[in-house]
């Protein structure tokens, strides 16, 4: 199947889960997107050879960006820190086929605003004992769908925010590519029924 991820920032996470699916048979990133044309994950896809779309956010609203999905004919559509919202028509377009990934435990520090070191300043800022991430389905609001997996981490007293930022990328790269492959099994199975 193909995939389709979306960065606003550096894109690590894109990186991470195309390199993991170019190791596998079945299942391809073919296609990254971003709203920001200043994006990392612009200069990462092109050293990954993957084609790149970056749109605006009326593209995003109009439809245009639910139409090159379509010409691509991308089947899944993983966020990967991407900031804005997910609108209705791409929603309708790939049900139960979004995901995003979350660098807190939902529903604490989550929602708008909340996202790249905000999450972890906040979460140092309250003494958290645990931190962790969140993968979840992707609905209309902001971190808001069914969650599908939480990993929690420990922390130290002592572990500042870069080293809880460290923390949680290490998750993020160890379980969201796996959680991909895991859910596109599943619709390979039910339309084989
Ligand atoms: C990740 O922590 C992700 O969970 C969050 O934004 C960060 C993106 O990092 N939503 P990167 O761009 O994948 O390096």
């Known amino acids: 199947m193909n995939i389709a991820v979306f960065a606003s920032g550096s894109g690590s996470n894109a990186e991470n889960i195309t390199r993991y699916f170019d190791r596998k048979p079945e299942d391809k990133v073919t296609l990254i997107l971003s709203d920001n044309p200043n994006a990392g994950v612009i200069e990462r896809a092109r050293k990954l050879q993957v084609p790149v779309f970056v749109f605006t956010k009326d593209q995003l609203q109009n439809g245009a960006v639910k139409e090159v999905l379509e010409r691509q004919s991308i089947d899944f559509v993983v966020l990967a820190g991407f900031l804005k919202l997910i ?10 086929r979004i995901i995003n990934i979350h660098p807190s435990l939902l529903p604490k520090y989550g929602g ?44 130290r007293p002592k572990d500042d925010v870069s080293d809880i930022e460290k923390k949680v990328h290490r998750l993020e790269y ?11 099994d599943d619709i390979r199975a039910k339309n084989k029924k």
């Open 87 to 96: 609108p209705k028509n791409l929603i309708e377009k790939f049900p139960g």
């Open 112 to 155: 708008r605003g909340m996202y790249g070191s905000k999450v972890h300043e906040a979460v140092k800022a309250a003494k958290e004992e645990y931190t962790g991430i969140t993968i979840h389905f992707v609905n209309e609001k902001y971190d808001d769908g069914a969650i599908i997996l939480q990993v929690k981490e420990k922390l």
């Open 174 to 184: 160890n379980y969201y590519p796996e959680v991909i492959e895991d859910l596109l």
